[in-house]
């Protein structure tokens, strides 16, 4: 059964930095592209990232480039958003999800999610 179970989320204060994971199992993890999402209250939900089989990264939104860096652990079946510089607007409930495919593909390309992990970035 695919499974992919978020953690790390928390209330931090801005300038602040958190490290979410997201603990996959059910499927070979090499093998697939993990994407990075979020979603605010009353909004659509933002493609923050996503890293495929060969470690090949993408960053969708200039608001989080160079404050956040995915990565992956195959041997922990495991991947990593860090996240730095933490701003108000940051706060949301973040996703990851298994893509389809070897390689990162559109914002419909994924096929399981996560439950999600709650940031709060407030003073």
């Known amino acids: 059964q695919v499974q992919l179970v978020e953690s790390g989320g928390a209330l931090v204060q801005p300038g602040g930095s958190l490290r979410l994971s997201c603990a996959a199992s059910?499927?070979?993890?090499?093998?697939?592209?993990i994407g990075w999402f979020r979603q605010a209250p009353g909004k659509e939900r933002e493609r923050l990232s996503c890293?495929?089989?060969?470690?090949?990264?993408?960053y969708f939104l200039d608001s989080v480039k160079g404050r956040f860096t995915i990565s992956r652990d195959n041997a922990k079946n495991t991947v990593y958003l860090q996240m730095n510089s933490l701003k108000p607007e940051d706060t949301a409930v973040y996703y990851c999800?298994?893509?389809?495919?070897?390689?990162?593909?559109?914002?419909?390309?994924?096929?399981?999610w996560g439950r999600g992990t709650q940031v709060t970035v407030s003073s």
């Open positions: 999800a298994k893509g389809r495919s070897y390689y990162c593909g559109g914002s419909g390309s994924y096929d399981y």
């Open positions: 059910g499927f070979t993890l090499d093998v697939y592209a």
């Open positions: 890293i495929d089989g060969k470690y090949v990264t993408t």
